[in-house]
């Protein structure tokens, strides 16, 4: 094939070059350029207004036409009704890439958006896959509404790393170290995803930090996000 601008315009819609009407139907290029010439000067247009350039193989300017979809139509009715179908048909794939909402340079290009438009949706079914223990976790603790519970509760529900976890929650502004003990951030306690209740063993007062059912629901689904993204 050669290396074609495949043009795609958001509000004009999908547009075919005459080189690739040419590859699609079996003519040669010249033929269709023939016919294309033929038919605007039928038609009373300015076939300057449809002409592009480009190279061919052996690097020499040459022209080619750029039609929209009614002039690509109007082109194929001399043509044969399974020449006319293969045009149809790759028109109308183009048309669903525009629909994407893409404006790619070339047929390479379309591929590549394709391909990452594919992995996105391929990433977020396997996000969705391992949120999965999470949710199912912050389900049945709710449902079960067996309370606040502590740091080394959570970790162990979630199957995490104490240190791990613990670093974790620093990153994400969740918890920070005050003196020797572990707080959540305010905005946190605020939102009712923390409760933190004094203490006092012997001389020495403290605080102690629990997650409520609201904080653990959070913290699973970061958590799972999180060792998604690690692992990729």
């Keep these: 094939m050669h290396n074609q601008a495949l043009v795609i315009n958001n509000q004009a819609g999908a547009t075919m070059s005459s080189r690739e ?4 139907t079996g003519k040669r290029h010249d033929n269709v350029v023939r016919d294309v010439r033929s038919m605007l000067g039928q038609l009373d247009k300015d ?3 449809f002409e592009a350039i480009y190279f061919d193989d052996k690097n020499r300017k040459q022209t080619e036409f750029i039609l929209d979809r009614i ?9 044969s009704v399974p020449l006319r179908m293969r045009v149809l048909e790759r028109l109308q794939e183009l048309e669903s890439i ?8 070339n047929e390479i290009e379309v591929l ?10 391929a990433q977020q079914a396997q996000m969705i896959e391992h949120q999965k223990p999470a949710v199912a976790f912050v389900e049945r603790y709710v449902a079960a509404d ?9 970790a162990k ?3 995490a790393n104490e240190f791990e976890f613990r670093a974790f929650l620093s990153d994400n502004k969740i918890m920070y170290r005050l003196g020797g003990e572990w707080m959540p951030h ?9 409760e933190v209740k004094a203490g006092l063993a012997g001389d020495h007062a403290f605080n102690q930090a629990k997650f409520t059912a609201k904080g653990i629901n959070l913290i699973a689904g970061l958590w799972a996000q999180y060792k998604l993204e690690a692992s990729v």
């Design 98 to 105: 525009n629909k994407l909402g893409y404006n790619p340079n």
């Design 47 to 49: 076939a300057l207004s």
């Design 71 to 79: 002039h690509v139509e109007c082109l194929l009715t001399g043509y």
């Design 21 to 24: 009407i040419a590859e699609l």
């Design 157 to 159: 529900l979630l199957n």
């Design 146 to 154: 067996s309370g606040s519970k502590g740091f080394r509760q959570v």
């Design 186 to 194: 305010q905005k946190h306690i605020d939102a009712g995803r923390f």
């Design 112 to 121: 590549q958006q394709l391909l990452i438009t594919k992995q996105t949706l």
